[in-house]
Nanobody, 119 residues
Framework: VQLQASGGGLVQAGGSLRLSCAASGRTFSTYNMGWFRQAPGKEREFVAAISRNSGQRHAESVKGRFAISRDNAKNTVYLQMNRLKPEDTAVYYC??????????????WGQGTLVTVSS
């Protein structure tokens, strides 16, 4: 599967953005999907994941502010980000996995989209 993330940009603290990740192929519904992020000088970290059956997990740092969702008809996974903070600034990556749930290491990665939150 090939993944294409989009929707990043510059936003003020307190604002919102919605990231999208479009997947190629006809088997999108069989993948667990995830969002990760990597801030400058830091390691990549988990943000959220959604299972084939739309079960969800979110990192503690984004719970109540971010929401992952998927539209299998459009082969797309979304990350709605609300009440953004400067510490949310990072390159955001989407990823796909075909193992069980909770997912193990993700096998397929998109190219990343930059989110910058100004204070």
């Amino acid at each position: 599967v090939q993944l294409q993330a989009s929707g990043g940009g510059l936003v003020q603290a307190g604002g919102s953005l919605r990231l999208s990740c479009a997947a190629s192929g006809r088997t999108f519904s069989t993948y667990n999907m995830g969002w990760f992020r990597q801030a400058p000088g830091k390691e990549r970290e988990f943000v959220a994941a959604i299972s084939r059956n739309s079960g969800q997990r979110h990192a503690e740092s984004v719970k109540g502010r971010f929401a992952i969702s998927r539209d299998n008809a459009k082969n797309t996974v979304y990350l709605q980000m609300n009440r953004l903070k400067p510490e949310d600034t990072a390159v955001y990556y989407c990823a796909a996995d075909r193992t069980g749930w909770p997912p193990g290491p993700f096998d397929y990665w998109g190219q990343g989209t930059l989110v910058t939150v100004s204070s």
